[in-house]
């Protein structure tokens, strides 16, 4: 009985170590885990989406000045021929370079329509979004001491 009682124990033993070993792990394959998931490619914006006429409204961003700025922003495909219309058919030409998703451009100077008597130059930058160009203008005054810079926000709907 003896020799019953030690099987039993070693049996009992070897099922014990048995199911505490720790199991050995196959390799992770990292080439899956590395990758990036699938997804759809960014839809390229060139400058003939922002061709066209489009009516923009600019209003300073702080301040006291609620005041908004209307004119129409005149874009082509191209860039050259980008110009400003403003409300008293001055025609404003722009230069204008293309980055990623925006268009940057700036003016050349001309009289300002928010401060009477001075002269102005503004540069903005748009980026397209949901049917509108929005973005940024930043008008500088002329020989106006401290308060020669305006940031102001953008938004045009297309004619």
Not at 13 to 34: F, G, I, R, S, Y
Not at 54 to 59: D, F, P, Y
Not at 102 to 113: A, D, I, L, T, W
Request: proline letters at 6%; glycine letters at 8%; charged letters at 20%.
């Amino acid at each position: 009985m003896n020799r019953q009682i030690r099987a039993a124990l070693a049996g009992t033993a070897v099922l014990t170590l048995a199911a505490c070993a720790k199991k050995e792990q196959p390799p992770t394959d990292t080439t899956a885990a590395m990758a990036t998931p699938a997804t759809e490619p960014a839809p390229t914006v060139t400058l003939a989406d922002f061709a066209g006429r489009w009516n923009m409204v600019t209003r300073p961003e702080s301040g006291t000045d609620t005041a908004v700025t209307k004119v129409v922003m005149v874009g082509t495909a191209d860039t050259t021929g980008w110009l400003m219309e403003l409300p008293s058919g001055v025609k404003v030409p722009h230069h204008v370079t293309f980055a990623g998703d925006s268009v940057v451009v700036k003016s050349e100077p001309y009289s300002s329509m928010r401060r009477k008597g001075k002269q102005v130059w503004t540069e903005g930058v748009y980026r397209l979004q949901d049917g509108k160009m929005v973005g940024t203008t930043t008008a500088h005054y002329m020989k106006s001491g401290a308060d020669s810079v305006l940031r102001l926000t953008t938004e045009g709907t297309k004619q």
